[in-house]
């Protein structure tokens, strides 16, 4: 599957960028872009384009919103047709 998680975030939060780095990092074979934009001195909105299982999708996009700072994150899948599961 494929799927895009959106993620807004204060960068301002100790250590943030840095984790969502090294998790980004750590799966690098499962991410296919990232976009970036400074939403205001304080907000950054990051979208991620990631491939794979759709359960490994899921686990990545987890980690990546559930990490302390992320203030919004949600994920999307789609496929080609094929189950989800």
Do not use: F, M, P, W
Request: with cysteine; charged share 20%.
């Amino acid at each position: 599957v494929v799927g895009s998680v959106t993620l807004v975030y204060d960068h301002h939060v100790r250590l943030l960028n840095k984790k969502l780095l090294d998790l980004q990092h750590n799966a690098h074979e499962s991410i296919l872009s990232t976009l970036h934009v400074h939403l205001d001195h304080d907000n950054c909105l990051e979208v991620l384009l990631i491939k794979g299982t759709a359960a490994k999708v899921q686990h990545l996009a987890n980690a990546i919103i559930s990490t302390k700072g992320v203030k919004h994150g949600r994920l999307t899948i789609s496929s080609i047709g094929k189950d989800l599961k």
